[in-house]
C-alpha cells in the first residue's frame, strides 16, 4: 500500500503526459490530414478536379507513411523532431512522431469517406452552378461528417497506442511509465494496472467518438 502510495502521483502524472500527446497530435493529425484527404479525393481520375500526377504522388506520400512501423518512424524523425522541439526526449517531442505517422493514416480514412458520398449529389449542386471548391465544402464535407467522426475516433485510438510504443525510447506517458516501474522493476502489478487504465481510456474515446458520429448520422 506504502509503495503504490508513492507510485499513484507518478501514474497520474503520466497518465495526464499521455492525454496530452494524443490531444496535441490529434489537433495537428486532423489539421492536416483532412485537407489531405480531400486533396487526395478531389484530385483522383474522375473527381472534382483531376490531378493524375499529383493524385499519385500524393497517394505514393500516403503509402510510404502508413506503411512504416511507428517504432521505426520514431528513428527515422528524431532529427526533424530534435530540430523542432530540441529534444527528442518527452511528451513534447513525442509529438512530433505521433502527427508524423498518424496523418497519412487519417488521410485514407478521410479519402474513403468523401467516396462514400453519393455523385448524384455532387453532380446535382455542380449543375445549379456551384464552384468546385464549394462543392466540397457544402456537399462532400457535411455528407460524410458522421463518417470523419469515426475515422478521427480510429486515429485517436491509434494515437494512444503509439504513445504507448514512445515510451520504449523515453517518450513519456503511460507506456514509459509500464515500462520504466512495471517492467524493469519486475512488478507485474503496477505493468497490469498500466495496461487496464490503457484500455478504459480507450474505450471512453471509442464510446464518445461512436456516440458523437450516430448523433451525426441521425442530425
Do not use: C
Not at 6 to 18: G, H, K, M, S, Y
Not at 187 to 210: E, K, P, S
Request: charged fraction near 15%; proline fraction near 5%; avoid cysteine.
Amino acid at each position: 500500500m506504502n509503495d503504490w502510495s508513492r507510485i499513484a502521483p507518478q501514474l497520474v502524472e503520466a497518465t495526464w503526459e499521455t492525454l496530452y500527446m494524443v490531444g496535441v497530435a490529434t489537433a495537428l493529425t486532423v489539421l492536416i490530414g483532412v485537407p489531405l484527404g480531400v486533396l487526395l479525393t478531389i484530385t483522383a481520375p474522375g473527381a472534382l478536379s483531376p490531378r493524375p500526377a499529383l493524385h499519385r504522388a500524393l497517394g505514393l506520400l500516403v503509402n510510404l507513411g502508413r506503411s512504416l512501423p511507428f517504432i521505426i518512424l520514431l528513428v527515422l524523425v528524431a532529427p526533424v523532431t530534435r530540430g523542432i522541439v530540441g529534444t527528442t526526449i518527452g511528451s513534447t517531442a513525442t509529438i512530433v512522431p505521433l502527427t508524423i505517422g498518424a496523418v497519412p493514416f487519417l488521410a485514407r480514412l478521410v479519402e474513403t469517406s468523401l467516396r462514400e458520398v453519393s455523385h448524384g449529389k455532387v453532380e446535382a449542386t455542380l449543375a445549379m452552378g456551384a464552384r468546385r471548391r464549394d462543392v466540397v465544402r457544402t456537399v462532400l464535407l457535411p455528407e460524410a461528417l458522421p463518417s470523419l467522426v469515426a475515422g478521427v475516433t480510429v486515429t485517436v485510438v491509434a494515437l494512444v497506442s503509439y504513445s504507448a510504443m514512445a515510451g520504449a525510447i523515453g517518450g513519456g506517458g503511460l507506456g514509459d511509465f509500464a515500462i520504466r516501474y512495471g517492467y524493469q522493476q519486475f512488478r507485474t502489478d503496477i505493468t497490469v494496472a498500466t495496461v487496464v487504465l490503457l484500455l478504459v481510456v480507450v474505450q471512453l474515446l471509442q464510446w464518445a467518438g461512436d456516440r458523437w458520429a450516430r448523433r451525426l448520422a441521425h442530425a
